[in-house]
């Protein structure tokens, strides 16, 4: 069935710019579908960041679109996600996820502590 | 603050029906699905109800879902220990070009 899975470094400092990574299988992104970040701060509720399509199309949350870019790399079937001049703020598990109309397939999720 | 409001908690015993309460705005519940997610400790979110009222393949009837308005809920019959955890509510929101907004979550607790 279809997997995501989230990589990347587990710590930023502040002011650096966090680098996610979802890889999907047994799915090719280039067939379709949607596919995008949220994020949970330690003991809180859940946030949109953005979204990709399989073409490129990007949407993203517009308390964080001045920061975020997120691109798609199908030749690998994976999915990036980029947060600059980031702050303990920015502390919380990041999900990856396969929209349809709606987030039907999570990653695990990937913690990210912002400190020096 | 969530722009999609749930109460912090709610509770109940096993076998009892329980309601969570999810508040929006024209924006968001009232012209747009909203998506339920259960979040058991440690895990990521799962699709519960889909479409408002919908369940994904496996989810027990037990679960369902309702909107009125600019508001939903979500209802759980029959009680079970294993329905202790996290529940957020979803929809996509109009304003601002369009963005996902989710409740700030219901800890549901079994006693």
């Known amino acids: 069935q279809v997997q995501l899975q989230e990589s990347g470094p587990g710590q930023v400092k502040p002011s650096e710019t966090l680098s996610l990574t979802c890889t999907v299988s047994?799915?090719?992104?280039?067939?379709?579908?949607?596919w995008g970040w949220i994020r949970q701060p330690p003991g809180k509720g859940l946030e949109w960041i953005g979204t990709?399509?399989?073409?490129?199309?990007?949407y993203y949350n517009p308390s964080l679109k001045s920061r975020v870019s997120i691109s798609v790399d199908t030749s690998k079937n994976q999915f990036s996600l980029k947060l600059s001049s980031v702050t303990a703020a920015d502390t919380a598990v990041y999900y990856c996820?396969?929209?349809?109309?709606?987030?039907?397939?999570w990653g695990q999720g990937t913690m990210v502590t912002v400190s020096s | 603050q969530s722009v999609l409001t749930q109460p912090p908690s709610a509770s109940g015993t096993p076998g009892q029906r329980v309601t969570i309460s999810c508040s929006g705005s024209s924006s968001n519940i009232g012209s747009n699905y909203v998506y339920w997610y259960q979040q058991l400790p440690g895990t990521a979110p799962k699709l519960l109800i889909y479409?408002?009222?919908q369940r994904p393949s496996g989810v027990p009837d037990r679960f369902s879902g309702s909107k009125s308005g600019t508001s939903a809920s979500l209802a759980i019959s029959g009680l079970r220990s294993e329905d202790e955890a996290d529940y957020y509510c979803?929809?996509?929101?109009?304003?601002?070009?369009?963005?996902?907004?989710f409740g700030g979550g219901t800890k549901l607790t079994v006693l």
């Open positions: 990709i399509s399989h073409s490129g199309t990007t």
């Open positions: 479409r408002h009222n």
């Open positions: 047994a799915y090719s992104i280039s067939s379709g579908y949607y």
């Open positions: 979803a929809a996509w929101d109009d304003s601002l070009s369009g963005h996902w907004v």
């Open positions: 996820a396969r929209r349809g109309g709606f987030f039907d397939i």
